[in-house]
């Protein structure tokens, strides 16, 4: 059999369907075209025969006619839909596409989630047979919308989407809650009847019933390399709970921390339960016969649920043998916190995403008790933005670059006159400098999202084996490379040593001069651009001061744990003096030094790492009585000396009050200045003032008020530092799995650079070492000789996870770029290369995005 590649998976499987998509207008919603984006699907969608690829949240009566074929021989008569959502949170979308599209006759629903997990989810309204439902829902919605919208304009003429009609779309979908708009339509009008063959006219009088086809599609997936993915950000599976609120849970984005306590049959979140159908339907997909083993309470969970789901068919399909190692995020929350050397993971830190879309999945089931309801995971988008702005600042008045950009500003203001005339004016003249700021902000929408696979060529998967001076290194490399396909030449293509950003941005510019260069080399110019600002200030200062201070952290927790406390009340306070000198200089932003967020995520890393190498001082925290008040002290005053840049979970309730303390702060800091000195000159006039206690009275109920405030952080802050006891004495939660992850510590090969937990993980299992905490899931052949043929003598002894040949392992929670790097050099080192690895997780993590899910807004 061959190797196993997500990507060449990912494209198979559109092939696959590759029927259903010919001749159609193919909808897709925001979590697929994520998914979508990063392997660079949409020219196969179009090589397969599709009109048009659209947005599902957007559609419009125009798709139709973006039809990139040029055929127009008939009419759309299919849509497909592809949704990584519930079918119940796409309806009202789907519903809006088949009102904009009057000749549709048939709509195809391709769904990640399965009718299992339909039927699973507590908020969907859909049972067991969940599909064929939804075939008979939207029939029913459909026709019952259609027949309102005909009876409504029997007294009025038909409306046509032309002319001055395109301004009133907004008017036309409100006038049915869901945002439809059925009728005659665009389509149908007689401008657009005679260019077909005259059979639509047939096709709408008789009245043909709409066919709906509703099927399972699970490769919505986002692969960043052909050996790593994560599930999109906006999809169901990432957007739902993965803990409910209880004691032990961290957030609704993070698995529980892992006790060893069963969990009740009830209490099973319902991201947990779409996570296992997901795992399960994808080895099916790739025919791989799984060996599960599971680290962690929540992934023991998942492991079971995907044995309840096997059987005796599957397992004895002719399928290629896997293991299957499913391990909870909370286990080890210091690799995705740490900025560690890996040039993607500083690239994504810097790089600017695309604003999240308010989640669909807040219609709830009204028969649904709203005890039940679970809220969705505010996730941040992995539809990572590049702008390309440098590329077309212009640098002469009359470089070819700044005609390019004249061009792009022509093309973007669109046709404002329904006839073409033969000089057109009403153009704006871009090549003025007063419209220099026009030009950079319409052009910031200009961006690309990164490409596991660009013309064959993997980047992504390449820059995942490098560090922050190799990534950089490997970009002016493949930069060299172009300009010599090119036969450009660049004053720095063979300077020698450090890569500077005006070195990459040379030859960038260079590179993106002719037309064709910058389409044939836009894969290599836009990881050239995300390395330019990935350098740029003030990102690059305050990843290196976050590096620097770790390394403090981590020297320190092996001495006291008094220096380390030490440690971090100096971080709280420094930060504390950065942005107080920030407000009185109106500065944006201070080069090297952090934020008082970024100390609250320091001193998490602080706690984790004072549980790990202080595991028996655990009776009120890793810290003494007197270190602790100390640090409860400098960050309530921390928060109170600057009140308005503070935006924390665990503030909540308190904005207004925080708010007004800044807004006195500020008036107080603008009037001192002002104030003149008191005078003993005026005692006299103001002795017949001293009865007066109004200003005193005020002054008592200002203070007050402040006591009361500082009363109130308080409190949210002791419960913080609860909080931070959680994350410190987690270990100590479950003994099994805290003797496990001490044993693993013979695996740190580096003792000046920390190693992961999947790192140190993989090379323990590769070596046939049994971990304690790790739990083997059965098969159903195995229960079968354990439960019969075991009493014949034919009992199956326990498989190991590092014997296969394919290894898939999946972190709950979700994954960083680091771990990816870390487990591929554990394969190289171990004494099976030849392995084949697999990693992937929920999501993709960021520093930033884990202080979000624990201590985010």
């Known amino acids: 059999m061959g190797s196993v590649d997500l990507i060449a998976a990912c494209l198979d499987s559109i092939r696959q369907i590759g029927d259903e998509i010919a001749d159609t207008i193919v909808y897709v919603d925001v979590g697929t075209l994520e998914a979508f984006q990063f392997i660079g699907v949409f020219p196969l969608l179009l090589e397969l025969g599709a009109r048009a690829v659209c947005s599902l949240e957007n559609a419009s009566p125009l798709d139709a006619v973006a039809d990139w074929h040029s055929k127009f021989s008939h009419p759309v008569r299919k849509i497909v839909v592809l949704t990584s959502r519930l079918l119940s949170d796409a309806h009202?979308?789907?519903?809006?596409?088949?009102?904009?599209?009057?000749?549709?006759?048939?709509?195809?629903?391709?769904?990640?989630?399965?009718?299992?997990?339909?039927?699973?989810?507590?908020?969907?309204?859909?049972?067991?047979?969940?599909?064929?439902?939804y075939e008979t829902l939207l029939v029913q919605d459909h026709e019952e919308l259609f027949n309102k919208c005909e009876k409504s304009n029997k007294h009025k003429d038909n409306i046509s989407y032309t002319g001055s009609d395109f301004t009133t779309d907004a008017d036309k979908y409100s006038e049915w809650g869901s945002g439809v708009h059925y009728g005659s339509n665009y389509e149908s009008s007689p401008t657009k009847r005679n260019l077909f063959d005259g059979d639509l006219g047939q096709l709408e009088a008789g009245g043909k019933r709409l066919s709906v086809t509703v099927s399972h599609f699970p490769m919505i997936f986002s692969p960043i390399s052909s050996r790593a993915f994560v599930l999109p950000s906006e999809g169901i599976i990432a957007d739902s709970c993965l803990s409910n609120q209880h004691e032990d849970s961290l957030?609704?984005?993070?698995?529980?921390?892992?006790?060893?306590?069963?969990?009740?049959?009830?209490?099973?979140p319902p991201g947990v339960t779409l996570t296992a159908q997901f795992l399960y339907h994808l080895s099916n997909k790739m025919d791989l016969k799984l060996?599960?083993?599971?680290?962690?309470?929540?992934?023991?969970?998942?492991?079971?649920?995907?044995?309840?789901m096997s059987s005796l068919y599957d397992v004895g399909r002719n399928k290629r043998s896997a293991g299957l190692l499913i391990v909870d995020r909370t286990v080890d929350l210091l690799t995705p916190c740490f900025h560690g050397d890996s040039f993607l993971d500083r690239m994504l830190s810097s790089l600017p995403r695309k604003e999240k879309m308010s989640s669909s999945s807040v219609t709830k089931n009204p028969q649904t008790p709203s005890k039940h309801s679970h809220a969705a995971v505010k996730r941040v988008p992995l539809d990572i933005k590049v702008p390309f702005e440098t590329v077309f600042k212009k640098e002469e008045p009359k470089s070819r670059t700044s005609m390019?950009?004249?061009?792009?500003?022509?093309?973007?203001?669109?046709?404002?006159?329904?006839?073409?005339?033969p000089e057109v004016t009403w153009l704006p003249d871009y090549s003025d400098k007063a419209h220099d700021d026009k030009l950079g902000s319409d052009l910031g929408t200009l961006n690309g999202s990164l490409l596991s696979n660009y013309a064959g060529v993997c980047y992504l998967e390449a820059l995942l084996d490098r560090g922050a001076k190799d990534g950089l290194m490997l970009i002016k490399k493949w930069l060299i490379e172009a300009l010599q396909h090119e036969k450009l030449s660049s004053a720095s293509k063979g300077r020698q040593g450090a890569t500077s950003v005006s070195e990459i941005h040379s030859m960038v510019q260079t590179l993106s001069q002719d037309h064709l260069s910058l389409l044939r080399n836009r894969g290599v110019i836009q990881l050239a651009l995300a390395a330019e600002m990935t350098l740029l200030e003030p990102q690059s200062s305050r990843w290196d001061a976050f590096t620097s201070a770790e390394r403090i952290l981590s020297v320190t927790s092996a001495e006291t744990t008094q220096s380390l406390a030490s440690e971090l009340r100096d971080f709280i306070n420094t930060s504390t003096s950065v942005d107080s000198h920030k407000q009185a200089t109106t500065m944006e932003s201070s080069q090297g030094l952090l934020s008082f967020r970024d100390v609250l995520l320091l001193t998490i890393i602080g706690y984790i790492l004072a549980g790990e190498n202080f595991p028996t001082s655990m009776a009120g925290g890793p810290f003494s009585w007197e270190d602790e008040r100390s640090l409860k002290d400098v960050v309530v005053d921390s928060i109170l000396e600057r009140p308005s840049s503070v935006k924390l979970r665990f503030l909540d309730g308190l904005d207004n009050e925080l708010e007004a303390r800044a807004r006195s702060k500020d008036v107080e800091r603008n009037n001192d200045p002002a104030e003149p000195a008191s005078s003993t000159d005026d005692f006299d006039d103001e002795w017949g003032n001293w009865d007066d206690n109004d200003n005193a009275d005020?002054?008592?109920?200002?203070?007050?008020?402040?006591?009361?405030?500082?009363?109130?952080?308080?409190?949210?802050?002791?419960?913080?530092?609860?909080?931070?006891?959680?994350?410190?004495?987690?270990?100590?939660?479950?003994?099994?799995?805290?003797?496990?992850?001490?044993?693993?510590?013979?695996?740190?090969?580096d003792g000046y650079s920390r190693k992961g937990l999947l790192y140190k993980l993989?090379?323990?299992?590769?070596?046939?070492?049994?971990?304690?905490?790790?739990?083997?899931?059965?098969?159903?052949?195995?229960?079968?000789?354990?439960?019969?043929?075991g009493r014949f003598g034919l009992g199956q002894s326990k498989p190991s996870f590092g014997e296969q040949s394919v290894l898939i392992i999946f972190v709950v929670g979700g994954i960083n770029?680091?771990?990816?790097?870390?487990?591929?050099?554990?394969?190289?080192?171990?004494?099976?290369?030849?392995?084949?690895?697999?990693?992937?997780?929920?999501?993709?993590?960021?520093?930033?995005?884990?202080?979000e899910l624990m201590l985010g807004s």
């Open 762 to 789: 993989l090379l323990a299992l590769l070596s046939r070492y049994d971990v304690p905490g790790l739990e083997y899931h059965s098969s159903a052949v195995g229960r079968l000789f354990k439960s019969g043929l």
């Open 698 to 749: 005020d002054q008592k109920e200002e203070a007050y008020g402040d006591m009361q405030l500082k009363l109130e952080v308080r409190d949210r802050i002791d419960q913080l530092f609860k909080f931070f006891h959680k994350l410190s004495s987690m270990r100590l939660r479950n003994h099994a799995l805290g003797e496990g992850l001490a044993a693993l510590s013979r695996f740190e090969t």
């Open 92 to 133: 009202r979308y789907i519903l809006r596409c088949l009102g904009n599209h009057g000749t549709v006759s048939h709509c195809t629903v391709l769904t990640a989630i399965s009718e299992i997990g339909h039927s699973a989810y507590v908020d969907s309204p859909l049972g067991p047979d969940a599909f064929r439902e």
């Open 404 to 421: 390019l950009s004249e061009g792009i500003m022509s093309f973007m203001s669109g046709w404002n006159s329904a006839d073409v005339e």
């Open 251 to 268: 957030g609704p984005g993070l698995p529980s921390i892992s006790t060893g306590k069963p969990f009740d049959s009830d209490e099973v």
């Open 817 to 851: 770029t680091l771990e990816v790097r870390e487990v591929m050099k554990a394969i190289s080192e171990s004494s099976r290369p030849d392995v084949e690895l697999i990693l992937g997780g929920t999501t993709l993590l960021t520093p930033d995005d884990m202080f």
């Open 291 to 308: 060996d599960i083993f599971s680290l962690g309470d929540t992934s023991k969970v998942i492991g079971k649920l995907m044995m309840d």
